[in-house]
């Protein structure tokens, strides 16, 4: 058994724990509060999941079928694109309409706890401020423009050209079932490869623009996306680590006029400890922070409603 395999079994270990917590995320933030980014971190661990399974299924065969490798080379190539969206999603979230001063109530109006005062007047008639209040009423954050939302919709179709182009290069650079290659498909391939990641490194520097706007408005958007875009001055350069290592990859490939690249940079049979070091780690840490982000606003709803 060799790196890469090991490391296969490591990400089906990872994702497959993680599967569950993002599942029961993906419904509550999805059907509840119409949030689709957390569709797309769903997508990209079903991706993370079956990219190595059929990566491991495929290198214990002397001879694996077409499909079986074009499937693994392209999971592995495009999970990068759900991964942008999910972020994309959370950095583009619509503000809370009644969001206060140290609150994520998510558009729920949840009053600021007051000092008791022993009466029945206080029962009916709840003074609206005291001194033990939260914060004044009325006293709102600033909410993003309309402007900065527009910017990062335009990201989105950005990100799905890249996808597009990250699966027709698997399908280009897929050998057939006894290892030939067809060299001006190859060749076609590689350069999608090149654009893909070009336009993930656009995608990417799109949001981080817009992070840097959002980052002073994070209090006025729902709670967990406030919570992640607090964490995005660590997340961000995770994510840059993984839009390189796409690029390395894609830099790398032999065509027919250039030949003689380094093959460490390759995700299926490169440097086990690149892949490590540049893929694995940073988007591992970036889904286990959106889970625990996403866990930790639901938990603490919960506990909002509660008492």
Known sequence: ??????????????YATLLLPVTLCTFHYLFKKK????LYLHAFVIAKIAGPAIYLSIATKSNPSRDLQMAAQILY?????????????????????TQKYGSHHEGNDH??????????????????????????????????????????RLLHPVIVVALVLGILSGIDRAPSSDGTLNKDKYDRGATFAKASGALFLLALVGISIGVAFMFRHRKSLPR????????????????????????????NLDTTDHGGHTTRY????????????????????????????????WWNERKEIRY
């Not at 949030?35 to 957390?38: K, L, R």
């Open 1 to 14: 058994m060799n790196g890469h395999q090991i490391l296969a079994i490591l990400e089906l270990i990872i």
């Open 224 to 251: 967990v996306a406030a919570y992640i875009i607090t964490c995005m001055p660590v997340i961000t350069p995770l994510l840059f680590l993984r839009v390189l290592y796409s690029l390395l990859a894609a830099a």
């Open 266 to 297: 390759n995700v299926l049979n490169g440097s086990w400890a690149v892949y490590l070091i540049l893929g694995l780690i940073p988007q591992g840490l970036v889904l286990l922070v959106y889970t625990a982000c996403g866990v930790g606003a």
């Open 77 to 97: 190539s495009i999970a990068l694109g759900p991964l942008l969206s999910a972020t994309l999603s959370f950095v583009n979230s619509s503000p809370s309409s």
């Open 35 to 38: 949030q689709t980014a957390w």
């Open 111 to 152: 009053s600021a706890p007051t000092a008791y005062i022993p009466g029945a007047q206080y029962q009916t008639d709840q003074p609206s401020y005291t001194p033990l209040t939260i914060s004044p009423p009325g006293k709102t954050h600033k909410k993003p423009s309309t402007l900065l939302a527009a910017f990062l």
